[in-house]
């Protein structure tokens, strides 16, 4: 009887002891507002962590209530959906120009207008970017990041060694893919390749081609919008791909490639051209280290068509939508801080060049105007000091990209249609005797369920 | 420990004549505590929650969600059996099926008998029998996903891959192993096999134990070899641990979803695409918020199919493995 008394303690001061320990768990730490936010890509290197953190102790000077926990942060499709799902998303995240509206339409993002509305800079804002951040019932709940457009990355280095002249790029599809195979027959290196990954980028790039050649993914908007995946121009595009694969085999041997992936390969010298967004230098730099030397950029090739234009995009700022009213003011005090005050404050701007160059991190990398035109150039004479990308490598694209039309993704149930075409592209690079038409057609349907349920 | 509960008399006539009744103690709350019920609830209360936060509580969400239309932010609401209904016409519900049977077959014909192979040579191994059993185990005890990153580098589809390097010298190749959808399948149920293959061989070693050695002897004396000895003696010794395993296998290779996850993402053009992958695609492919109802629904259609199954298959084994 005696022992059975002794377990009965034991068992009531285990729970009594559990109960504790959570009760002061949720203890709260005066008066000072913790938010977390998204940091770098996980992998980056520790001169970028040690910048990263240099802002973060800075802003925490600024605002000493406040206490900034950087979390690592990379969207990507399954990755997003499982933290929004599970609510762990840090309380400021990134999404997409394609979701922002989406989520804030479904109540997944906090409404941010009436602090925006106060912002000094509020009306300079480019207001087809700010419109990506507005819901349908015109609440702001995501602000700007940067804009991209894409753009045809190349190795110079692969360049010369295959007898090209690195400062005269590809000028258009044709030019691409000749070079393409003299670089693979030259170096030994795949002269172009692509992201195709079951991953959603092998749709993105495919729309990336599609515009460039004058076709577009879609017509209409919303639930109400057509699926035009199976035009001529995917046809087009597709073949093109099917050419460089099994004619000219000039795509190399590896036909997975993601975001990252491709990057990482191309910063180690192993791909003669890919199309990504204007700004990846930033990760280039960041995640792999790549050589400035080797790096070149130009604008994608436009076919000679009226309605051919470049696909553009871009990254927003969001909160969390449950935070309390105390983080989601602190939260708005960080995406000013962070995101739009280097900007529109010479200030911050200078301040925060100076700090990116200290730790050797890059300073001008090309990147499409957030605000308006005037404020974009002065941004731009703020830092050009501070430049320390190889802006002459960059020409090609920097004297080019202002001259093209700027389509932007397609707008409804943007990754469901990447998702569609992903397996299209990936069964003509990997399966010589893919049916096209008939893939392009599976892969319309797919899209336009997707469209109809708002998925 | 304390005694209770127990009848105290013994079974005793009455002055009657009539079998008196046994006397009971009743059970009252007081007695259950001084019996230790109190302490035994309370020790099983940690593991109740546990159980129930993390097992019971999921399936049972499970089951409800598959009814609902839910992004986990908004209301749910109900929609019968919508969900079950799109999964079963989505075009890629029976590429998954496929995709998964072909897998399940593929990891039976090879996968399965190799663990038993090398469980019946390791047997007949009088030296060093430890050395060989760690060395076939250590796959298991790779982490999965340094593994996978680890056969990536194997089946590199270029010629400096180390698959392609090493056909190469024998004039084979190069394969694009991964890269092609003819080729992947088979791909990942060779990674599958290798790194699976020393648990069960662990097993089958174990069940070998069990087998008499005079049954060997004897056949030996009439002149048995080793074929015969195993075909007459190892197995029919061992089927109720060959079925255990086989109906564990076919459990497990229906819901194969790391290989094709980490090697494919289901690619090439959805060659590797199973079930457990379409599950997970429906939930967390599009980042707007995944559709968990379809997740759910075809999760509850999984588990039925498999209940089902394994409910078949130990019917019909029955008189086999117990004979």
Redesign the interface.
């Known amino acids: 009887?005696k022992s059975?008394r002794i377990?009965?303690i034991v068992?009531?001061a285990?729970?009594l002891g559990?109960g504790a320990s959570s009760a002061a768990g949720s203890t709260q730490a005066g008066k000072q507002v913790k938010i977390s936010v998204a940091s770098l890509i996980p992998g980056s290197t520790p001169a970028a962590i040690k910048q990263f953190n240099a802002q973060v102790a800075e802003f925490e000077k600024k605002y000493p209530t406040i206490k900034v926990k950087p979390v690592e942060y990379q969207?990507?499709?399954?990755?997003?959906?499982?933290k929004?799902?599970a609510g762990t998303l840090p309380t400021v995240f990134e999404?997409?120009f394609t979701?922002a509206r989406?989520?804030g339409d479904?109540?997944?993002l906090a409404n941010l207008t009436p602090y925006v509305k106060k912002l000094p800079y509020y009306k300079k804002y480019n207001k087809a970017v700010l419109a990506e951040g507005t819901d349908a019932k015109g609440q702001i709940i995501a602000l700007p990041k940067g804009a991209y457009a894409q753009a045809l990355h190349y190795n110079r280095a692969l360049f010369k060694q295959a007898g090209l002249n690195p400062n005269k790029p590809p000028t258009t599809w044709a030019e691409v893919r000749t070079d393409a195979r003299i670089i693979s027959k030259k170096t030994g290196r795949p002269g172009y390749v692509e992201m195709a990954?079951?991953?959603n980028t092998a749709g993105w790039i495919l729309t990336t081609l599609v515009y460039s050649l004058g076709g577009r993914m879609e017509k209409g908007i919303g639930t109400h919008a057509t699926a035009t995946l199976n035009n001529k121009y995917t046809i087009q595009a597709l073949n093109m791909l099917k050419a460089m694969r099994w004619t000219d085999n000039s795509m190399?041997?590896?036909?997975?490639y993601g975001w990252s992936d491709i990057n990482q390969a191309f910063a180690a010298g192993n791909v003669g051209m890919y199309i990504s967004g204007s700004d990846v230098y930033t990760n280039l730099v960041q995640a792999y280290k790549v050589n400035p030397s080797r790096y070149g950029v130009t604008t994608i090739p436009l076919a000679k068509n009226k309605n051919a234009g470049v696909l553009g995009g871009g990254t927003l700022a969001a909160v969390r939508?449950n935070v309390k009213t105390d983080q989601l003011a602190a939260a708005m005090k960080w995406i000013d801080f962070f995101y739009e005050q280097p900007l529109v404050s010479k200030k911050q701007a200078i301040r925060n060049a100076k700090t990116l160059v200290a730790n050797k991190q890059p300073v001008g990398v090309p990147a499409l105007p957030l605000f308006n035109q005037q404020q974009y150039n002065l941004a731009n004479k703020w830092i050009k000091p501070y430049i320390n990308v190889p802006i002459n490598q960059m020409k090609p694209f920097l004297n080019g990209i202002f001259k093209q039309d700027l389509i932007p993704e397609p707008e409804a149930s943007t990754?469901?249609v990447y998702?569609a075409l992903?397996?299209?592209v990936?069964?003509v690079?990997?399966?010589k005797d893919?049916n096209i038409v008939q893939?392009l057609k599976?892969a319309n349907?797919?899209a336009q369920a997707a469209i109809r349920q708002g998925? | 420990m304390a005694t209770v509960d127990q009848p105290r008399e013994p079974a005793v006539t009455s002055d009657r004549g009539l079998p008196r009744r046994f006397t009971v103690p009743r059970r009252t709350p007081l007695t259950w505590v001084r019996g230790g019920g109190l302490a035994a609830f309370l020790f099983l209360l940690p593991l109740l929650f546990v159980f129930g936060a993390f097992s019971w509580y999921p399936i049972v969400r499970t089951a409800i969600m598959s009814f609902q239309h839910t992004n986990l932010v908004q209301a749910p609401t109900w929609v019968g059996f919508q969900n079950f209904s799109a999964v079963w016409h989505d075009p890629q519900f029976p590429v998954a099926v496929k995709n998964t049977a072909y897998f399940a077959l593929l990891a039976l014909v090879f996968g399965y008998p190799i663990p038993l192979i090398a469980a019946v040579l390791m047997s007949e191994v009088r030296k060093r029998r430890g050395v060989y059993s760690a060395i076939a185990y250590l796959p298991v005890v790779i982490p999965p996903v340094v593994a996978v990153l680890l056969w990536k580098t194997f089946y590199d589809a270029s010629s400096l891959g180390v698959f392609n390097t090493v056909l190469h010298r024998v004039g084979l190749g190069p394969y694009p192993w991964l890269q092609s959808q003819q080729w992947a399948m088979p791909s990942l149920v060779l990674e599958s096999t290798w790194a699976n293959a020393g648990a069960t061989m662990i097993i089958y070693l174990a069940a070998l134990t069990g087998v008499n050695p005079e049954l060997y002897e004897a056949a030996s004396a009439d002149g048995a070899g080793l074929l015969r000895k195993v075909w007459h003696i190892t197995l029919p010794q061992i089927r109720g641990v060959l079925l255990v395993t086989l109906i564990l296998q076919i459990i497990g290779t229906a819901q194969v979803f790391l290989e094709p996850y980490l090697f494919t993402s289901g690619g090439p053009a959805n060659a590797t695409l199973t079930v457990m992958l379409l599950i997970y695609n429906y939930a967390f492919g599009n980042s707007l918020g995944g559709d968990y109802g379809k997740a759910t629904a075809l999760s509850l259609m999984l588990a039925g199919f498999l209940a089902v199954f394994s409910l078949v298959y130990l019917r019909a084994t029955r008189s086999w493995s117990t004979r």
């Open positions: 009887m059975t377990a009965m068992a009531a285990v729970l559990v969207w990507t499709a399954p990755t997003f959906a499982a929004l799902a999404v997409p979701d989406t989520l479904h109540g997944q990954k079951d991953d190399g041997s590896n036909f997975d939508p990754q469901s998702h992903d397996a299209v990936e069964s690079l990997t399966n893919t893939m599976e349907a797919q998925a």
